[in-house]
């Protein structure tokens, strides 16, 4: 019995070390890529379409 918690909670372990590493590696840059590249975007087309260029003046 004693060897059958010890190997569930290496599963476990391993599970949360992969779940770091994915979070850590893959999820957080894709996230941040996507945040930075959506408000560049929102800039963008407030610039095209409300406010024009930057330095435009009177």
Known sequence: MN???SS???DE???EWGAFFF???F???I?????VGGYGFIVWMMQVF??????HGA
């Open 3 to 5: 060897n059958e918690i």
């Open 8 to 10: 569930t909670a290496k």
């Open 13 to 15: 372990k391993k599970r």
């Open 23 to 25: 979070i850590t590696v």
């Open 27 to 29: 999820l957080f840059p």
């Open 31 to 35: 996230l941040s890529i996507i945040t």
């Open 50 to 55: 409300l406010f024009g260029p930057p330095g």
